[in-house]
């Protein structure tokens, strides 16, 4: 019975020992993976028609003016000034006593001294209103008595301003200012990103630039009009050259130029300047399907912007 029952449990041992072998080990967990949304496309930078329709009325109907007369108006009513900075005279600021009047400045700048003329009879005081991370400067301005005046310059981290302060029986409650030469440049950088972002995708309204490059090598040189000027910075993009077959005007743009600096091109017309289609061939030569008589390249932004003229100087056609 001992030698049986031995057995029995060496039959047993393994069976469990094959049971457990043969058993599947255990499932890994899934896994998880995060999905990343895909980023938000950018949007578009704004145009100049944007920018402009971004203003107050009074501003919109001020660049209006100007393209008419050439000057920047002020706008007044009995209790509110606005004035063009640096533009014209210094701005006359009318207070009077025991009263407060509000002088606001561009937001975002910050006011770093005041110089007032007469400190004795008159209180210059720096306040801020809205938004703490983008404030918007005021300076408060109150005279302690009638029939008096005074200079008063503000140095802020953008502008310097020039006022002149006189009290007397009535008082403007509010005085503003809109900056023509900024809202201008804005506008124009606009135009300039706009004609990069058309020149870097190279647009062709034709889809088929491999042909005009061999329409290009296809002309008899002795049918090409040389009689364009090129004026301006010996920037390292400046056209060594350009010309036209009769229908198309060629650009040959300088060694110096990279992708990166690819100047925008203008076109000068009666209303001012515009975008035209245009393509770039073998990296360096702009085509431009028509013929003009005045063109402009611009590189950069603001002060730092460089500007080609290209002139036609021939015969006329």
């Given amino acids: 019975m001992m030698r049986f029952s031995m ?3 060496v039959i047993v041992s393994m069976t469990l020992g094959g049971c457990a072998a043969k058993q599947q080990p255990a499932p890994l967990p899934p896994r998880i993976v995060h999905e990343v949304a895909p980023a938000p496309a ?6 100049a028609a944007e920018i402009l329709a971004a203003q107050p009325a009074e501003v919109r109907a001020a660049v209006e003016d100007h393209d008419k007369k050439g000057n920047w108006p002020s706008y007044k009513t009995a209790a509110y000034v606005l004035y063009p900075y640096n533009e014209g005279g210094q701005p006359i600021v009318y207070c009077a006593p025991l009263r407060t ?3 606001q400045l561009q937001s975002g700048e910050t006011v770093t001294d005041l110089a007032l003329g007469d400190q004795e009879r008159w209180m210059a005081t720096p306040a801020s209103s809205g938004d703490p991370r983008n404030p918007v400067p005021h300076v408060a301005l109150k005279p302690q008595a009638p029939g008096i005046e005074t200079n008063l310059t503000i140095y802020t981290t953008r502008h310097i301003y020039h006022l002149i302060l006189r009290s007397g029986a009535r008082s403007i409650q509010e005085v503003e200012f809109y900056y023509p030469d900024e809202l201008l440049a804005a506008m124009n950088d606009a135009d300039v990103a706009v004609a990069k972002a058309k020149q870097r ?3 062709d309204p034709t889809g088929d630039t491999g042909a005009s490059a061999n329409n290009m090598a296809a002309v008899d040189p002795g049918h090409l009009n040389f009689s364009y000027e090129v ?3 010996n920037v ?3 056209p ?3 010309y036209d077959d009769g229908a198309h005007v060629f650009i040959q743009m300088g060694a110096g130029m990279s992708t990166n600096d690819a100047p925008a091109l203008l076109i000068a017309s009666s209303g001012g300047t515009q975008m035209v289609n245009y393509r770039v061939v073998d990296g360096d030569c702009y085509v431009i399907d028509r013929l003009f008589d005045k063109a402009i390249l611009l590189s950069g932004v603001g002060r730092e912007q460089d500007r080609v003229t290209i002139a036609y100087s021939g015969e006329a056609r």
């Fill in 42 to 47: 950018a949007p578009p930078p704004p145009t």
């Fill in 240 to 242: 060594v050259r350009a």
């Fill in 101 to 103: 009047t509000d002088l």
């Fill in 201 to 203: 995708s190279a647009i």
């Fill in 231 to 233: 004026s301006g910075p």
């Fill in 7 to 9: 057995a029995g449990m």
């Fill in 236 to 238: 390292p993009w400046k």
